[in-house]
C-alpha cells in the first residue's frame, strides 16, 4: 500500500532556555530538532503512518543527531541530503503568564538553505508515497529553496500524491525581497489540502479578507483561486496567554465548515509545533476517515491540545490517546 | 501511651518521566518511595504521631534505600521484612492540562507480594500499638496476601485495635481470578473506618449503590452490611483536568454525613497520594478530636489538598500548615 | 547627565528549593543574589538607567559572587564595601496552589549589618547622582543601621538627590527593641517618593489607616504628616493563592490616584521582589514622565506583572517589554 | 550486497545512580538502553554496516522507548517482537577508583525471557543477511531460550551466514538447573567467529584449561573441539581498579594469535559494553579486512578503548575515530 | 547488650559547588548534612552497630531536614536538640588535580554553639550505651561547648562507657582566646581511644615532637601524659594533589604500631570526612576483633579508602564491601 | 596609572556536551561564553588588572548575554560594539583518555566578522590604557578582519602601549585565500610580546625551524626577524592524553630562555583557554615583575595549571591562588 507521507522542509536545531529562565539566566540550553514539516511527519509515524523527511544538514555530528532525533521518532530519513556548510539553530524562550516567548532564529546559510534546484531526485523519492507536504517557511528562505519547492511540487502532481501546505507566515522570514503574495500562488496551486488562516490571505494568497468575513467566505474565496483545494483547516485561540488558552479547530471541506468543541488549556507546557500537530491530525484524518469531516477535524483538534501538554516541537500523542480525549475524558485521572 | 499506628502495605520505587516529559523523552527517571499504606504512616509521623510501616524488602541496596526513605520521614520500619526478590515498581508520566498521567505498573513477584501467613508474629507488634491501617492493595495481590491481611485483622481485632481500611480499587490489580467483592466482604468487617466511594459499592462490597443515592445512603447501607463500621470517609473531584480541579472531604459517622469547603486546586503539582493523605488526616483527626466530625473532616481535606502540592507519594505538611489552611489562608503569602 | 541612581541596602543570597519541593526534599538548593534595594538598581540597569547599589560583603569569594551577580545585570558595585564576616542569607520554598511559600531568615551578623555610621563617604558616593533609593529593612536590622540610613538620607538631601523608600515592612525584622514608628518617621520626613499600604500606616508612620478608608485619604494624611512627600505609591492583590492572583498598582499624586488596570496573573512564576520590581518601574517612570501619573503607573503595573514571570528576586524585564504589555498584548504569542 | 548483521538477545533498561552517588543516594537514575547483542548491533551500525536487533519487548511505552532508542542508533528493528509483559531491567551504580560498580538485575519474566521456540521466523529474517550474532546471556535465562538459539543457529547455518557468539559468563544468571557446560557447546559448534577467555574454557565448553597455558594452546583446543571455529578474539587488563587499566586486545586466528598494543585508559567513564565494542570491532574488521588479523584486533582494541570514555551500553565511535587511535594519536588534542 | 555508640558535635549543613565548579561558577549549590561526629556514628550504623547522635538544631525546616539526614542513616537522633537559632554551614569548593578545596564555615551562634552546661542529661543518654565519641571541634568554638565536653567526659567515665576522640584541629576555629594546649589535656585524660597525628602533638596536647621523632616515639609520649589511653590511631598521606593520593593507617596499641597497606586512590570523589570513616572503622574494629590490631588497622584503612569515592561527607560503605577490599580485591570489576 | 589593558577579538558562545556524553547523547548543552583575547582580559581582570574587552555582538539577548558574562568577570565592556546579524557559536564536545574532544565552529557572518575598518575610535579607546593585547584568530576569519588589527596596531603603537599577540593558529580558519604567512608578520612588527612555538615558526612567520632547532634558536630568529619583540612564552606538554599531561611553561626575554617546572596535571577539567591563562600569566608578570623572567614564567604556568580545573574558558584563578601553587603546595589539601 501507498501510503507513506513524503515531507520536506529545514531541521532546526532549537535551543530553549530551561524552565521559566530568561536567556541570559540560562546556564544550560535544552535541546530538541524539529522543523515544521518534519513535526508533521513525527507525529503521523506516532500515529502509525508511515513518514519520510526529506531535508538538508551538514555532514557533521549536529548532522546526524538531527537525523538521528527522527530516527527515534520512526521517520525515515534517508533520503535526506548530507550537504551545506551549518545546521540552522533556533533560541527559545519560553513564555510564562502575561510574558510571551521569544524566538531568535540563527538559520541563515544552512545546509537547507543552500540546497538548489535539480539537486533531489523527486521521483525516486515519490515512488512509494501518496502523500507530499510542505510548508510556505520553505519559500521564505531564498528564491532557489522556492525553485526546489516548486520543482517538488511538479513531481508530485504528475505522480498523482496528495499535496497539502502549511502557510506559515512568519514575519522573520521572507527577507529576500519578494513578498509572499508574489511567490505562493505559484506554488499553491498544486495543493489538495492547505492550513492557513483569515491573516494569511490577502498577506500571502493576494486574496482580499476582511475581520467581518466569515471562514467560509473566505475559504471560498480560497478555492475559487485556487480549484485544486479541497480541504483548507485553520485553527483559532481565544482568550489566551502564554500559559494559557482556548483552542478550537476548523474544516472546510466542499462548502462546508466543521468545527471542533473549544478545549480549555489551562497549563500550556510548549506551543510551539501546536499548529504542525493540527496539519498531521488532518493528514491522518483525511488518510483514515475522509468522508467525516467532523471526525476529522475533533482528531486533529483534540491531537494538538495534547501537543500542548508535550515538551518540544513534535506531538508525541497515540492514536489511542487523541481518541481518548475526542471522546470526552478531560479529567487527567491517571490510569493505574 | 500506646498511641502508635502500624500501617501494613506494599512499598513501590516509584521512577517518573521528570517534569511534563513522556517516557520516551526522559533520559532521567526521578525515583520516590512511597505506597499506599506507607504514605499514611509518614504523613502521619510528619503530623506527630508515632508510625509504623510493616512491609518486605529485598535483602539488596533498593530494598535498603526503600527503608531509608520512610526512615528519614521519621516511620519506624523495624518490622519490616528482607526477604523475597525484588522490589515493587511503577513508573509515572505526570500529566498536564488535557492529557492525563499514565502508570505502568511493574510490581509482580515482589518481596511482598511473595509474602506468606504465618511468616510475620503480629501479635509481637502490635504490641505498643493502638491503630492497625491496611488498603485494598494487599488482597487484591494474590490469594496469599488476602490471608496474610485476614490474620492481621483478627489478630489486631483480638488486641483491641482500631482498624481502618482503604478500599483503593485498582483496575490493573485482582489478576488472580476473584473478584473483590470474593475477597474484600470477609475483611471489611474488622474495620472500624473506611475510605471509599459511591463507586466501590457493589464492586468491592457487594452492595449496589444507584448515581442519585445520596452518600448517606449509601454509607449507611454499608454501616448495616459492617456493624463494626463507625466512620467512613470519601473524596470527591469537580471541574477536572490533570493539573487543576475543585476538591471536597466527606465523613460519615453515626449515621451523619459532614462535609468540608470545597476547594479549588489550581495548579496540581502531584496527585499520587493524595487519597492517602486525606487518609491519615481522617486517623490523625479521629485520635485527637474524636467528638468532632466536621473538625475530622476540615481537617483531612486541607491536609490532602497541602499534598497536591508537594511532589512524590508523601504529604509532607505539618499540623500547624494544615491549621493555618484550614483557618482560611488561602491567599498563598509568603511568610517572612 | 547625573541620571545615576544610588540604592543601599542589604545583599542576599537566596537558596532556594528547586521547583515544588519542601525543603527537606531538596538536595540542591538554586542560589539568586538579590536585596530589595539592589533589585531596584538591577531592573533599572535593565532599563537603561545607570544604577549602583551600595552595600557591604565579606572579603571572600561568596562577597565576590555577590557583587559578581549585579555586575552581570550592568550594576556599579564600586562603592560596596568588602568588610564584615558573613553574606546574610534566606532559604526559600516557593509555595504552590493552596501552600504559601516559606522563608527562613539567617542574616544575623552579616557583613551589612555590621556597618556602622562615618563608614562610607556619602557625599563621594552621591556626587554623580541625581536619585537615592533605601527600603525600611535597613532599618530594621538594629540602632547602627538606622543611623547609616539617616546620615545617608542627611547627605542625599543636602546634594539635593530625589529620594525614595519603600516601607518594606517585614514581621521576622525588628527584633532590637525598637518599634518602626520610633524610627521610620525621622528618615521618611527626607523622602520624595514612598511605596507602602494602608496596612503600614498605623504601624511604621504612626498614622491610624481603617479599613474603610480609601487611599487618597490615606495617603493624603501621609503627605500631610511628611510634607516632602509627592508621590506615593501602592500595589494591591485579589483572588490570591500561591500560583496566581490579580495585581493592579496605584499612584498618589499631588492629592490625585492613579489606578493601572488589573491584570490576571494565572500562573505565577516568582513571587519575590514583586515590589521591588513596581517600585523600579515608579522610579523609571518619574525620571522618564514625569508630567503623567497615568503611565507611570501603567508602566510600573505592567513591570512588576513581568517581573511574577522571571525567576530570581531581579525584574529582567526591559522597557520595550514592558511597554509592550502597557499596549495591552497580553496573548503571550510567541513572535518569530 | 547481503552485508546485514543480525543480532539476537535480550535488550534492558539500564538505571543508573547518577555520577558516583551510591544507590541510597540517588534522587533520580539515568536511563540507557542496552543489551550485549544490541551493543554490537549499534556499533556496527555506527561504523555504517546495516545492523538489525532481533528481541521482545512489552507493548507498552518503555517497550517503544527501548527499540526508539536503538532507532536512533540506526539500528533496525521491525523484526523485533511486542509480547510478554515487561522490559528486562538492571539497576547500576559505578565503582570509582578503590571500589567497584555493582549491579542488581530485575530481569525475570521479562519479555526476551518469555520468548519460545517457534514464535520467530528466522528464515525470513535472514534473508538479506550475511552474519548472526548471539550471546551466552540468552542460553542462561531459560531452556526455552536455549532452544530459541538452536533454532536460530540452525536457521542461520543453513542459509550460509557467518555465525559470531560472545561467551559472556554471567555469574548471577544460569540459575534454572543446568551449568553452561551443558547447554553452550551443542550451540557453539556452529558458531565461525567466538569472543571468550581462559575463564570461560572449563566452565562454559568442558575444555580444561591452566593458568600457564598459553592462549595459543587454550585457543588451539577450542578449534579442535569446534571444528567450524576459525576466529577466536579476546581481551585482557592489567593494573586494574574502577576508574583506570590497561587494555589488550587478542586475536586467534588460524592458528595464529594476534595481539594490540596495550592501552593505558586512565579514566574510564563507562565500561559496561567494552566488550561488545570490542566484539563489533571484531565482525567489523572480519567483514573488512578479512585477511589482516592484526589489523582486526588493532581495530577492535582501539574501538574498545573508545567505548571506555563514552557514557552507556554503547559504542558511539565512527571508524574514524578508530582509525585515527590506531594510527597511534592517543594526545587528546581538541581538533579545531 | 550495651553496644549502642553515642556521638556528640556540630552538625552543619554542607553547601557545595557542584562539579568542579567555583563558587562563582555555581547557581545551585549541592545540599550534605553532616559533621565529624555524626559522620563517625552515620558509618557505624551502616556497619550494623547502634548509633546515636546528640547535636542541636534550630526548630525549623532546616533542622528538621538535618536530623532526618541521619535518621535516613540509621542514626539515632532521639536525643538531640531543637534549641537556638540557626543551622551552621559551610560552603565547600572541590579541588581537582593542583587547584586544592576550599571551605567557607558560617557557623557563628549556631545551635549547637549555643549549648551551655547543664542542658542535656548525659546520664539518661549513656544509659544504654558502651562508648562515647566526640571531637575537638567542640571545645574549638567557645569556652561553654569546652565545659560541656567535660560534663559529657566525666558522666561517660563515671558509667564506665569507653571514650575515643578525634583531635581534629582546625585552623579556622579556636578563635575565642584560649589556645587549644589550654583546653584539650583537660579533656583528653578520660579517653581510651585518640585519633590524631604527629603535627598535633605539641599544639593540641603540649607534647613536643619532631620530624625525626617516629610514630611510636610520639604515641608513646602520649599515652604516658594520658595513661588511660589504650589506642591512638593516625592517617598518613603520600604523593597527594587534589584528586589523588596514596593513604595509609596506623594503630598503636600497647606499645605497638601496626600499619595497613598503602593504597593508591587515584581519582577521588570526595575526601571530606575520609577522617572520620577511618575513625568509625577504628571503633568497629575495637568493638568487634579487640585483640587484633593489624585487622583492626586493616579494615579501618580499607573502609576509609572507600569512603574517598562516595559523596558527600559520610562513609556508605558496608562491612562486606570493606572486608572485600581489606582481602586484596582493588580490581573494580563489576560484579554481575 | 595608565595599567588598563585592552583586549579585541571574537566572543563566541560555547556550547558543550555535557559531562562526557558525545553530541548525539545530550539533551542539554552546556553555555560558556569566551574567546580567546577576552578570555585574557578576564584573568587579568581576576587578578585585579583593570581590562577592556572590545568584541562586537548583535543587538539581541545573546549579544547581550555574552557581554554580561564578561562583566561578572569584572571586564568592562562599554566599548564593545552593538552590530552585526549573529554570535559566533561553537560546539564543544570534550575529550576523555584516548578519546580527543571535538569542536564544531559556527561563526560565519557573525557580528564580530563583519566589523569593517574605520568603525572603531581606536585613539579613543586606547587613551586610558598601557597595553593592547590581540591574537592570530581575528585576521584569520577575513581581511577585513586583518584591516582592522592593522588598523588597531597602528594606533596602540602610536600612543605608545605595549603590545602583545598570541600567534594561535587554527586550521579551520584561514579560509579566505591567504596563507598566514601573508598576513601575520605585517602584524607581528608592532609586537613586544608574542606567545607561539616552534610549530608555528614557518607557518605563521615565514622563519623555518627544524625539529633539532632549540627553542632559544627559534625565538632568537624571531627576534631578529622582528627587533620590537622583547619577549616570547611557550607552553609545552608531555605525556598527554585528553585526561591529563604535564604542562611546562617557557619564556624568552633578551636572548634568555626561563623554563618553569613541570607540573603533572593528573585530572584535566577543562583545557580550553589553557594558553589564554598562561598568556593572561605572562601580561600579569610583565607589568609586576618585569625584571624578573624566571617568576614570569612561573607565575604564568602556573596560573595555567589552574585553569586546567576550572570549567569553562576562562581562568577564574586568583593571584593568591596562583602564588601559592607557585610556592610548592601542590598537596591540594582543603584549607578549612
Not at 532549537?14 to 524552565?19: D, F, H, K, Q
Not at 515519490?126 to 522556492?146: C, D, E, R, V
Amino acid at each position: 500500500m501507498k501510503e507513506k507521507v513524503i515531507t520536506f522542509g529545514e531541521v532546526l536545531l532549537r535551543l530553549s532556555a530551561p524552565g521559566n529562565r530568561r536567556f541570559v539566566q540560562s546556564d544550560v540550553f535544552e535541546l530538541n530538532y524539529g522543523g515544521s514539516e518534519g513535526n508533521v511527519a513525527a507525529s503521523l509515524s506516532t500515529f502509525g503512518v508511515p513518514a519520510s523527511y526529506v531535508t538538508a544538514v551538514p555532514d557533521n555530528e549536529l548532522g546526524a543527531a538531527a537525523l538521528s532525533a527522527f530516527n527515534s521518532w520512526g521517520v525515515d530519513t534517508s533520503f535526506s541530503l548530507k550537504s551545506g556548510s551549518r545546521l540552522g539553530l533556533y533560541f527559545l524562550e519560553q513564555g510564562a503568564a502575561l510574558r510571551p516567548g521569544k524566538v531568535i532564529y540563527d538559520r541563515s546559510d544552512s545546509s537547507f538553505a543552500s540546497l538548489q534546484p535539480g539537486t533531489i531526485d523527486w521521483k525516486a523519492l515519490f515512488q512509494n508515497a501518496s502523500w507530499f507536504h510542505w510548508s510556505g517557511i520553505s519559500p521564505a528562505l531564498n528564491p532557489s529553496l522556492a525553485a526546489v519547492c516548486l520543482e517538488a511540487l511538479k513531481a508530485a502532481s504528475d505522480l498523482g500524491l496528495t499535496i497539502s501546505a502549511d502557510l506559515n507566515y512568519r514575519a522573520n522570514l521572507w527577507k529576500y525581497g519578494k513578498n509572499p503574495v508574489e511567490v505562493m500562488p505559484e506554488l499553491i496551486q498544486y495543493c489538495d489540502v492547505l492550513l492557513g488562516g483569515k491573516g494569511d490571505s490577502e498577506l500571502m494568497l493576494g486574496i482580499p479578507a476582511k475581520e467581518e468575513n466569515s471562514l467560509e467566505q473566505v475559504f471560498s474565496a480560497w478555492q475559487k483561486q485556487f480549484p485544486r483545494l479541497k480541504t483548507i483547516a485553520s485553527t483559532g485561540r481565544a482568550n489566551a496567554n502564554a500559559s494559557r488558552y482556548q483552542w478550537q479547530g476548523y474544516l472546510w471541506q466542499e462548502g462546508k465548515l466543521y468545527s471542533s468543541k473549544q478545549y480549555e488549556i489551562t497549563h500550556i507546557v510548549d506551543r510551539v509545533g501546536a499548529g504542525d500537530s493540527y496539519m498531521a491530525g488532518i493528514i491522518y484524518g483525511l488518510i483514515k476517515n475522509h468522508n467525516d469531516g467532523q471526525r476529522v477535524v475533533d482528531f486533529a483538534t483534540a491531537a494538538s491540545c495534547l501537543k500542548h501538554t508535550i515538551p518540544g516541537d513534535v506531538n508525541l500523542a497515540t492514536v489511542a490517546e487523541v481518541e481518548k480525549l475526542m471522546e470526552g475524558d478531560t479529567g487527567g485521572r491517571i490510569s493505574r
